[in-house]
């Protein structure tokens, strides 16, 4: 089984490594203009970047239709789809990596400086914690999607819920506007509160740790949708 | 008889179509072909026997383990081969068998290697430049170099030029010569069963119609030709997709021997071929 998980991911590695080597450094070189002007806005970069990354090789799997292709090898479902999980992980880890050490070599060379904003030249915590949850609270809530219905007919019921669910928040802050509160702004609020009475290494820990549960739970939903899918 | 597989039973319902209590077997070292026109249900039980649908009842054994929840272990003595194979274009046809190796215990890299000669499987060329025969053998070299002792081919034929074919059916013949092999394969081109089926399975419309020797089929089945006055006498169950004309008609029955003894030297009661059989079953039920 070991094994057998390790060549899936070496799978995914190859079946999209040309993606890697051309995608990757034009990825690093473009995120230097955000990086210049505003943190936040390398970090989204560099998370659009990531995700894409992460699913990949879903993309170049379904493009060959080549989920019935794993499915009669010797191998549980379960273990495609941990193996997909797992490189998701491997993705974001390896790319924020990437980004810390990106951000601290351009700062130490001193010629890259966030102008528009007031954040930081390099990668703090808190936009560490905004890069994770950028990429595995998306990745998680997509990737059962996926599995229950595919990747094309997985996304669009995807984005629908995503639609539905940001529409929902509109109203809810209309609503809240309306009588005098503003609901988002409070969260916000809130959640910068809690990270300061943290600190910055415990709010990173906690995040993760969160995301990593959100992960397992995600990833057993997957598991059950995946071995009842019909392929 | 040891069995390669057992079906009972088996049955899964899509919208417009509907497999229905389907039982066959196929027993160790034989070839079991599958017929039926288009939309019979054939891909639907290899994929039943695949483990890739579920089922919504009866009963798979192969090679004497029951199914259920051992798919995965049990597709380590399998070789399947899809009638479209998919496969990564981008890569070439080694990278292809470094996907698929890791995966099987047995995986024998020397009998691929002799197997992709034998096929003249370009190694280094990517598979999207592979023409469909070719894919086809790619395939089959990656579905037999584990050893499998139940190889299931879907289709395996259709799109092939008769070369091809005559070569890809000799290598059944050839795998089954162990007397440990078994081999399951579907196909609409009757005349590749006539070549090499030991036994043959006829489904229409999600039904089995018979499963039999391939020697039993050539007894039972028969195509009755006579005058049209004599049409009438073609009445009963055993009777399939009358055809009549002005100079006479043609019938198939599954009791050639009660055809002969019924309609006696003014009628020709000749052995039908498959393609006879799936044809008339169709016109019957139509």
Redesign the interface.
């Known amino acids: 089984m070991q094994?057998?998980l390790?060549?899936l991911l070496?799978?995914e590695l190859?079946?999209i490594r040309?993606g890697v080597v051309i995608g990757l450094p034009i990825n690093l070189l473009q995120a230097i203009t955000f990086l210049k002007w505003d943190m936040l806005g390398y970090v989204s970069y560099m998370a659009s970047g990531t995700s894409l990354l992460a699913l990949a090789g879903t993309i170049?799997d379904d493009r060959?239709?080549?989920d019935?292709?794993f499915?009669?090898?010797?191998?549980?479902r379960e273990l495609v789809v941990a193996a997909r999980y797992l490189w998701c992980g491997l993705a974001i880890a390896l790319m924020l990596g990437l980004i810390i050490g990106e951000s601290r070599a351009l700062e130490a060379l001193g010629i890259l400086r966030p102008r528009a904003s007031a954040l930081p030249a390099t990668l703090g915590a808190s936009e560490a914690v905004l890069f994770l949850l950028a990429t595995a609270l998306p990745l998680s809530l997509f990737l059962p999607f996926h599995y229950r219905w595919g990747l094309g007919a997985g996304a669009a019921r995807f984005s629908m819920a995503a639609v539905g669910v940001a529409l929902l928040g509109a109203g809810a802050g209309l609503v809240g506007r309306a009588a005098g509160r503003r609901p988002a702004v409070a969260i916000g609020l809130f959640l910068q509160s809690v990270m300061a009475a943290l600190g910055p290494a415990v709010s990173v820990l906690l995040t993760v740790l969160l995301l990593a549960a959100l992960g397992c739970v995600s990833c057993l939903l997957s598991f059950r949708f995946y071995a009842?899918r019909?392929? | 008889m040891e069995l390669a597989l057992e079906i009972r039973g088996l049955c899964k319902a899509y919208p417009g179509f509907r497999l229905e209590d389907v039982a066959f077997s196929v027993p160790r070292g034989y070839i079991m072909g599958l017929i039926g026109a288009n939309g019979a249900g054939k891909t639907t039980i290899i994929k039943l026997v695949m483990g890739l649908i579920r089922k919504d009842a009866g009963c798979v054994r192969i090679l004497g383990e029951d199914h259920d929840g051992r798919e995965a272990h049990l597709r380590e003595r399998i070789g399947f081969v899809h009638e479209t194979p998919a496969f990564y274009n981008h890569l070439t046809v080694s990278a292809m068998r470094g996907i698929v190796a890791p995966h099987y215990d047995r995986w024998d890299d020397g009998c691929f290697l002799l197997l992709a000669e034998e096929f003249e499987l370009p190694l280094h060329k990517k598979v999207g430049t592979l023409s469909k025969g070719t894919r086809t053998k790619l395939a089959l070299a990656l579905a037999l170099s584990h050893h499998a002792e139940l190889v299931v081919m879907d289709e395996p034929t259709s799109g092939l030029d008769p070369v091809v074919r005559r070569r890809l059916l000799g290598k059944l013949q050839e795998l089954i010569g162990d007397g440990a092999t078994s081999v399951l394969f579907s196909t609409h081109i009757t005349s590749d069963l006539e070549r090499v089926a030991d036994y043959v399975t006829c489904l229409h419309r999600g039904k089995v119609v018979f499963f039999s020797t391939r020697d039993e089929v050539r007894d039972r089945w028969a195509m009755v030709k006579g005058p049209p006055d004599r049409a009438g006498e073609a009445v009963g169950e055993s009777y399939y997709g009358m055809r009549r004309g002005e100079v006479g008609f043609q019938v198939l029955t599954s009791n050639a021997v009660e055809a002969r003894r019924r309609f006696g030297d003014g009628v020709l009661v000749e052995p039908a071929t498959l393609e006879d059989i799936m044809y008339y079953l169709g016109r019957s039920a139509s």
Do not use: H
Request: charged share 30%.
């Open positions: 094994r057998s390790w060549a070496a799978k190859r079946v040309i170049v060959f239709r080549m019935p292709f499915a009669s090898l010797p191998i549980r009842r019909d392929l």
